[in-house]
């Protein structure tokens, strides 16, 4: 997915800037990027790649050369950011996070019209490139950013650092966030909010859907009103934001407990315990086990000392081993008792397969499953996530093909909770991976949790109930 952090401020802020976006790491594995500007010195910018290091260890002996009241940063999963460009609308730099599926089509328009691309580092047409360009035919920036909205399939949020402040522009349907944080004589703009209490900034406002801001360290200008409609993604309370982050002002890890609380309160399966699969399903199992009345134990270890964060490989069978590597299970709290883990989705449905096995194999007696969300039965459009190789990465599909014959028959009855079909498909995955049960939150239980009326939230990937 990929996340940003912008400031500005009335003092320097490269310290902040460098711990702000190295706050969205766990957003994004492949590049990480900084620019600040300065009066006297101008844009300053860097980019590295974060496929084998660390965004902190890359940037931290560069951070003498970069000056300035105002900056972004980037964690980026695809392509190399911060762009700087010159154009008639000024000199800026920009970030996106950004998923832009018909980037072909634009492509070759823009070409036709004589534009061209200079950013091709990764052998391809750089996304951020591409929305630069349609952001400078515009008469302003605003007229600009909304030419980016009209003509991207997908989604798109942005932070221009101008010669006069940030320029931030969430997602027309607002499927990725923006907050904005404040503290004495500084602003902040980032996708995660997490990355505010030790920088002592606190949650100022949420960008809403479409809505345009430019931010000086003196105050925020509204440049475009939000648009009414959102479709924030729901997954990113599910799994990819941090515990401490907030979206809508609806906090991750409350939502993950909520969801764990109502499953065990309705859940009749006896167990002895309950155990998050780590990072994202602990919050969720700590709910659970409230929720139901069992304790909550620890059977399971990530080792974080050197695998501090959700690294991912492009390579599938270095993902394997990596997960594989990266959890550590405990005999002593394994041997001879009915656990109950609890996750946040299955995907691929390869790591279920390998932590189960070994599960058993270290003495549990039981080893049932309870999942935050719904099965994922549609791939992502919107953020990159199931991104690439199509809708037969996922557990569900395969299934599907294997009983229909065609992976994408019937798939709303696949989708409908406690139809047969989803019973099937539910059984089905218990049965491949050996669990003694398996549970999957329900829609109407994980828009609960997150509070937000359903028409406000993408749920796409669960009903594909979003149309693009
Ligand atoms: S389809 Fe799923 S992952 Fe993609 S934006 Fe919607 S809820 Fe999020």
């Not at 990819?240 to 515990?243: E, R, S, T, W």
């Given at each position: 997915m990929g996340g940003f952090f912008g400031t500005v401020s009335t003092k320097d802020c490269v310290t902040d800037l460098f711990y702000g976006t190295d706050y969205n790491s766990h957003l994004g594995t492949r590049r990480g990027g900084m620019a600040t500007y300065d009066r006297e010195k101008g844009f300053i910018r860097s980019i590295h790649s974060l496929e084998n290091a660390y965004f902190r260890n890359k940037f931290e002996d560069e951070l003498p050369r970069f000056s300035g009241n105002a900056g972004i940063g980037i964690i980026s999963d695809t392509d190399s950011q911060p762009l700087v460009i010159n154009s008639h609308l000024g000199k800026f730099a920009i970030v996106t996070v950004a998923k832009i599926n018909n980037i072909e089509a634009l492509e070759k328009e823009l070409l036709e019209r004589n534009m061209h691309f200079a950013e091709l580092s990764s052998g391809k047409t750089n996304p951020t490139e591409l929305v630069s360009l349609l952001l400078i035919q515009g008469k302003n920036f605003v007229d600009g950013i909304e030419n980016v909205f009209r003509s991207i399939k997908g989604s798109c949020s942005m932070l221009l650092l101008t010669e006069d402040g940030i320029i931030a522009a969430r997602d027309q349907w607002g499927r990725t966030p923006i907050v904005v944080g404040k503290k004495e004589g500084a602003y902040a703009l980032t996708s995660e909010s997490s990355s505010f209490p030790n920088l002592d900034f606190e949650i100022e406002r949420y960008v809403g859907p479409g809505e345009i801001l430019r931010v000086r360290p003196d105050g925020i200008e509204q440049m475009r009103k939000p648009n009414e409609e959102m479709q924030i993604c729901s997954f990113l309370w599910v799994y990819?934001?941090?515990?401490v982050s907030c979206y809508e002002n609806k906090n991750v890890e409350e939502v993950r407990f909520a969801c764990g609380y109502k499953m065990g309160q309705k859940d009749e399966s006896e167990v002895d315990c309950a155990c998050g699969i780590p990072d994202s399903g602990v919050g969720m199992a700590l709910g659970y086990a409230e929720g139901k009345g069992v304790p909550y134990h620890r059977a399971i270890a990530k080792y974080t000392p050197t695998w501090p964060r959700s690294f991912t490989p492009s390579n599938q069978a270095m993902r394997s081993l990596v997960a594989k590597m990266k959890l550590i299970p405990n005999r002593a709290m394994l041997q001879g008792k009915r656990i109950l883990f609890c996750d946040d989705s299955i995907v691929r449905g390869t790591q279920l397969r390998d932590n189960v096995k070994i599960l058993f194999e270290y003495g549990a007696k039981e080893v049932h499953m309870r999942i935050a969300c719904p099965p994922l039965i549609y791939g992502c459009p919107f953020i990159n996530f199931t991104s690439s190789k199509g809708d037969l990465e996922l557990i569900t599909r395969r299934i599907i093909q294997e009983f229909e014959g065609d992976h994408t028959k019937n798939l709303d009855k696949y989708a409908t909770t406690d139809s047969p079909e989803y019973k099937r498909l539910v059984q089905t995955i218990a049965d491949r991976f050996g669990l003694s049960s398996l549970k999957f939150n329900t829609l109407e239980t994980l828009i609960e949790a997150i509070g937000l009326p359903k028409c406000k939230v993408c749920t796409h990937c669960f009903d594909g109930s979003s149309h693009f």
């Open positions: 990819y934001g941090f515990p």
